[in-house]
């Protein structure tokens, strides 16, 4: 099965991914590409601390992570995709790993320099500028559970 969720989400690993996403999309594992998490043996037992027995994480840097996406994809398991931040999935849309697939945006929270667009959507002229670029592999929506209306970020949307 491939990549059931590839998803920005500032807060990782955490209950609204597992219970509201994962429980409904049968997610067994998780992919974690996050440069510091991926240096970090202790932090990545932190965010793993949250899985159930039978799901697992591994923690990537974005160069393992393009490297490995083909076989990630093409696991038999089902499993998700998870960056902190648009960045990092940016990079991963522009070495052809996103192409053709929906990239998830919830979870990007008010900071300095955001501006709201969803209550769970604030991004910053940086952040929309990459979602803008990841919108050229990729089709890009935010919703907050699956559940939810999912709401297109298209350029229409993100100025």
């Not at 929906?102 to 209550?119: E, H, P």
Request: glycine residues 8%; proline residues 3%.
């Amino acid at each position: 099965m491939p990549l059931e969720l590839l998803r920005i989400d500032e807060r990782l690993i955490h209950g609204q991914v597992l219970v509201g996403w994962g429980r409904p999309l049968a997610l067994d594992f998780y992919i974690v590409v996050d440069e510091a998490l991926a240096a970090s043996e202790w932090e990545q037992e932190l965010w793993a601390s949250a899985l159930a027995d039978e799901e697992s994480a591994e923690f990537l840097g974005v160069d393992e992570a393009a490297r490995r996406f083909g076989e990630l994809s093409r696991r038999a398991a089902r499993g998700a995709l998870l960056t902190r931040d648009t960045g990092t999935m940016r990079a991963l849309a522009e070495r052809g790993c996103l192409d053709g697939r929906t990239v998830n945006v919830g979870g990007v929270y008010a900071a300095k320099g955001r501006k709201k667009i969803l209550d769970y959507v604030h991004l910053s002229p940086e952040e929309t500028e990459d979602l803008r670029r990841i919108g050229e592999h990729a089709s890009v929506s935010a919703r907050n559970l699956p559940t939810a209306p999912e709401v297109r970020l298209d350029a229409r949307k993100l100025r």
